[in-house]
């Protein structure tokens, strides 16, 4: 800084201080962006595009970028077979992922999706080839493993699949694994082996509706109604819209006889899954079971509409018109379930009954022969035989069969007041005929 005096006109000088400028630095030249090779210009607008669900301008921006290109670029080859798969146009989005893994062959991910490709097509084999090579790459990695162990499932190469699904929950515990290794012990009939499995699941993942639902429908098949219904109302709490919980639950309240609880839970699976076969045909028992036949055939031959090759609707379609008289009506179910299930001898107890109350007592007598040599110990088919062979006077052949009753009936007693009171009349008259 440097200091002047300047003169008033008075005798005091005033002192005034004055700064220099500073200097300014020479202006530094202008940083130049990398320019992006031409193949990677448009990566980041494709990316954003996708991850936007802008899947028609994402489009447009990749097929400009592969003309540019000329089908060199990975990244917009990649993004088209994914947006192409979510359309459902599989064998477009393999040829994407191929022309992708050409460009790039160690791309894991490429590889990879190669290989989901040739599995939603059904080429399990192939897809199974393309994972042995991304192995090569990645020897551990567990969705790999995983989907080894899918492709293995389907080509009925159980022992080899559980060697996958076992070695990928080694390396990662998931929920698909688990569920997966399950549906396969269930596939070979092993359903110790899937209940063991899915209780592991369970305890690692406590909050999964649908390995909670799952189990308990395993303890609903091996009998254990409590464990079932325990766990399949865990299920419900975490997901009260679970069709598969709701509609076991409701299965074992409808077996309790309490069926406008169950009728509640059915609503709400009716919500999520109306076109269910298997939940009209339950809300037709809980019908039945509440005396409306009518209703009851209503929402059963709904089920059937739904299932024409379900046996058990045509089963039950049969009962509910015995039960209202319409014997013509429950010849046709009955038969049509026959032909679906014919070991099932309680079927051929009813076109029995049907046969008999059309006045054709021959074919009654060889269907309830029929229903004997499939179950010997039946004690329901004995008992309509006897009452079919009493009503037609050949009460020797009458009281023979309800012999055959008693047996039965000593080893496992009917609950059934009516059937109770049946005995109580027909047996004192059979046995003073014998």
Request: glycine fraction near 4%.
């Amino acid at each position: 800084a440097e200091v002047s005096t300047q003169s008033t006109g008075s005798d005091e000088e005033e002192v005034k201080v004055t700064e220099q400028e500073p200097v300014k630095p020479a202006p530094l030249p202008k940083a130049k962006l990398p320019d992006l090779p031409i193949i990677e210009k448009n990566n980041w607008l494709i990316h954003m595009l996708f991850i936007n669900k802008e899947f028609e301008k994402c489009k447009q921006v990749i097929k400009e970028q592969i003309e540019m290109t000329e089908r060199t670029c990975e990244y917009a080859l990649y993004v088209r077979g994914m947006i192409q798969r979510n359309e459902a146009m599989i064998q477009e989005s393999l040829e994407s992922f191929q022309a992708a893994a050409m460009l790039n062959p160690n791309s894991l991910e490429n590889l990879k999706q190669v290989g989901r490709s040739l599995y939603l097509l059904g080429r399990h084999k192939a897809a199974l080839d393309i994972y042995a090579e991304a192995a090569k790459l990645a020897p551990d990695d567990p969705e790999l493993l995983h989907n080894q162990g899918v492709c293995l499932v389907y080509l009925t190469d159980y022992s080899k699949a559980e060697e996958c699904f076992k070695k990928a929950l080694s390396v990662q515990k998931t929920e698909h694994s688990y569920s997966q290794l399950g549906k396969m012990h269930i596939l070979r009939g092993d359903s110790n082996g899937a209940l063991a499995i899915y209780k592991r699941a369970v305890e690692n993942f406590p909050e999964n509706s649908e390995l909670l639902s799952v189990l308990g429908l395993l303890y609903l098949q091996m009998g254990d109604t409590q464990k079932a219904f325990e766990h399949l109302g865990n299920a419900m709490t975490y997901d009260p819209q679970n069709v598969k919980a709701i509609m076991g639950a409701g299965s074992i309240i409808q077996d309790h006889g309490d069926y406008d609880v169950a009728l509640t839970k059915y609503r709400v699976a009716a919500s999520v899954t109306p076109e269910s076969h298997a939940l009209w045909n339950n809300i037709g028992m809980c019908f039945f079971g509440k005396k409306k036949y009518v209703a009851a055939i209503s929402c059963l031959k709904r089920a059937h509409y739904l299932a024409p090759f379900e046996w058990r609707t045509c089963y039950n379609l049969g009962l509910a018109h015995l039960t209202m008289h319409q014997y013509a009506s429950a010849f046709h179910f009955v038969s049509a379930a026959i032909n679906l299930k014919p070991k099932f001898a309680p079927l051929f107890m009813l076109l029995g009954v049907a046969l008999t109350h059309l006045e054709d007592p021959n074919n009654a007598k060889q269907a309830y022969e029929q229903a004997i040599a499939i179950e010997s110990d039946n004690a329901m088919t004995y008992l309509n035989y006897a009452i079919m062979l009493f009503n037609n006077g050949e009460k020797s052949a009458a009281a023979t069969q309800y012999s055959q009753f008693e047996l039965c009936h000593q080893k496992k007693a009917l609950n059934d007041p009516d059937v109770n009171a049946l005995v109580a009349k027909l047996g004192p008259i059979l046995h003073m005929g014998s």
